[in-house]
């Protein structure tokens, strides 16, 4: 029986998560459910999952659950706040964590999580874009298992050998081939994209996800903060990482071998299968998702990125070889930029450039430590802020 903790259960991945560990009850028991605010919503989970413990954004929230729960007969105990959210993400009784609250938020409690040798589950890109070498040397220290859910990467880790330990060479790995959809832009011409509104740019055209990830998706920001997750998590210098446009989302990426081989990952665009995959590894496990139909899929097609058309896209290669806090920064000031254009505070093309302003006026600094990162993420949304108002 593995005891489960869900960073952010509320959210898609959250709640995709809760699907896969419904249909194997026997494997699987959840052990913390979290959420910020969407107080009700996680009642209802706390209902049906049955946690040890509970956690939400502050001490309004936790009230109205504890009193929530107690009325529906639950003993499961009710906190809030961020050290809150760490006790979820290390305490012994608690074997693997799903990362999967969305953005720096998250940092913290899945940092906690790979110091306490926990089995982690990483949705949550932001947390190892913005820490990168800190992230990995206490997973090396405490000898956590780190297992991807992005699906790009989840795809690649299914492509890589078993024994893969961060060492190209020496599997003779060429590349890796990061697949995108290009999302809903794809085929805009750049000039009207200053007219888009928050709803286009969420309604991605293959995927069903949060909001903040799908705008990520439309300006490509989102296979930036890929290109830096894949860096760290499989030792890939930004040569070895090609962004390669695939529309149809089938091919979830490939890895690129020396003797002319290319392994491919294919499967229906439903996060269910990489959460199962990552929660069994090494077995397999039903995830509710059907196969691929292929004679309905009919064709696959390639295509390179446009820069121009996609400039977050740059700015992550740019960050990722800057090094230091470059790739923190650029995150931080990605957040501020998506939520003041769900906000309907900026245009669309206006994210962009709000990044490549915090990026050049900051300059990227050494990192040591988690106060460090923080200190840099906030002077980076800071700027940012005062940037949006000027
Ligand atoms: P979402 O917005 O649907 O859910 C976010 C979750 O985080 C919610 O449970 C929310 O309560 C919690 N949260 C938000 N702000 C918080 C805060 N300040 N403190 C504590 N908790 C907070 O997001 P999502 O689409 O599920 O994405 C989650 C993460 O997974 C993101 O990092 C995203 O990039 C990554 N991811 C998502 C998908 C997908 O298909 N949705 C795919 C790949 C990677
Ligand atoms: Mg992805």
Redesign the pocket.
Known sequence: MQAITIL???????LSTLDVLARHPERYSVYAL?????VEELAQLCIRFRPKLAVV?NAEAAAVLAQRLRTAGLTTEVSYGPQA?CTAATDAACDTVMA????A??LAPTLAAARAGKKILL????ALVMSGQLFMDAIAASGASLLP???EHNAIFQCLPPDYGRDLQRHGIRKILLTASGGPFLERAIETLDTVTPEQAVAHPK?S?????SVDSATMMNKGLEVIEAHWLFGATSEQIEVVIHPQSVIHSMVSYADGSVLAQLGNPD?RTPIAQALAYPERIDSGVAPIDLIQIGQLSFRQPDMLQFPCLQLAYDALAAGGSAAALMNAANEIAVEAFLERQIGFRRIPQLIAEVLHRLPADAVHNLDDLLEQDRRARELARALLVA
């Open positions: 952010g259960a509320t959210g898609s991945i959250g979290t959420a910020h605010s969407k954004g959210l999967a609250i969305v953005g938020a998250g949705a949550n890109k932001e859910i992005d699906s995927w996800m949060g909001r903040k990830i996060m």
